[in-house]
């Protein structure tokens, strides 16, 4: 499937939930830190499908789910051509990158990176798996998360997380927990129905200088 019929058909299907206008937009997405393990390999396949490796003929291992929503600044304008960078861990919890020592298994037919330009709705749509949780401590599991980092001219570039609703660990998480609480809500996903399971994750930009 291309990429613009990708993302029109989960615009379409998901354009119910998604929350437009000045309510949706007063606050900015807050930001993350960017974490150890952005990608540092050469990689040529960087689509929204991480299901699938270009020239690969196997499938990730792990749950096949969406990820969708939409780029707008904070007076709730679409911003088009926003870069979208995404990244994460494989279905056990593993990034593809030389400074994770986590022992779990790397998945070769796992992209694990996709950079995309959102739509003329602002609107971004990605295939990939639902990540594995991981220790990042003798005391920590990290959980399920997914990374941004958005950029677009005249506005500051955001880098953030994305949590998953439901999961027990992100109430023990402490980069999620040392949020204000209202915050907190603004990085974890809204759970849409239907099938393949779908997460809606909006992002709002500020413009510089605001």
Do not use: C
Request: zero cysteines; aromatic letters at 10%; charged letters at 25%.
């Amino acid at each position: 499937m291309k990429r613009r019929d990708f993302i029109k058909r989960g615009v379409v299907g998901g354009a119910m939930g998604l929350v437009t206008g000045a309510a949706f937009a007063a606050r900015p997405t807050p930001s993350e830190i960017e974490g150890p393990f952005y990608p540092v390999y050469p990689q040529k396949d960087k689509d929204f499908d991480l299901t699938r490796i270009q020239g690969r003929a196997g499938v990730a291992r792990g749950k096949i789910i969406i990820v969708q929503g939409r780029v707008v600044d904070t007076d709730g304008k679409p911003l088009e051509d926003a870069m979208v960078d995404l990244w994460q861990a494989n279905a056990a919890g593993r990034y593809n990158n030389p400074r994770d020592s986590n022992p779990a298994p790397l998945d070769p037919n796992f992209q694990g990176w996709a950079i995309v330009p959102s739509g003329s709705d602002g609107g971004f749509r990605f295939k990939t798996v639902y990540p594995g949780a991981y220790p990042a401590g003798a005391d920590w599991m990290r959980p399920p998360h997914i990374h941004f980092k958005v950029s677009k001219r005249g506005y500051v570039e955001l880098v953030t997380q994305m949590y998953f609703p439901g999961e027990n660990l992100n109430e023990q998480d402490l980069l999620l927990m040392h949020k204000p609480i209202d915050q907190r809500p603004l990085m974890i996903a809204t759970r849409l129905p239907g099938d393949p399971e779908t997460y809606r994750y909006d992002i709002v930009l500020e413009k510089v200088g605001r």
